[in-house]
Nanobody, 122 residues
Framework: QARLYESGGGLVQPGGSLRLSCVGRGRMFSLNDMAWYRRSPGKERELVAKISPITSGETITYAESVKGRFTISRDNVPNTLSLQMNSLKLEDTAVYYC?????????????WGRGTQVTVSS
């Protein structure tokens, strides 16, 4: 069963940087596409960036809104997923989650960790 732990969020001024980390437990982490998602107040959760397994060439895709500013990376030893966020904007404020793509299941529903809060404010 998946267990994912996000960290690295905080308060930053516009134009600043943060690096998010996600530690995963279980083989599903290394065998699946992994992604960072975010949910802003009043909005649906959106996929920000995703990366395929090392065995699939680590293909990376980004949402248009973060292209050129965010960089996703993974390290399977240990199971770590990172998101380097540069040139942060007010609209990047959200709770950020890591998960598989599609999200891992938990019982009849989806598994989601607690996430990490990113607040961009002057």
């Amino acid at each position: 069963q998946a267990r994912l732990y996000e960290s690295g969020g905080g308060l930053v001024q516009p134009g600043g940087s943060l690096r998010l980390s996600c530690v995963g437990r279980g083989r599903m982490f290394s065998l699946n596409d992994m992604a960072w998602y975010r949910r802003s107040p009043g909005k649906e959760r959106e996929l920000v960036a995703k990366i395929s397994p090392i065995t699939s060439g680590e293909t990376i895709t980004y949402a248009e809104s973060v292209k050129g500013r965010f960089t996703i990376s993974r390290d399977n030893v240990p199971n770590t997923l990172s998101l380097q966020m540069n040139s942060l904007k007010l609209e990047d404020t959200a709770v950020y989650y890591c998960n598989g793509d599609p999200p891992f299941s938990a019982g009849a529903g989806e598994y989601w960790g607690r996430g990490t809060q990113v607040t961009v404010s002057s």
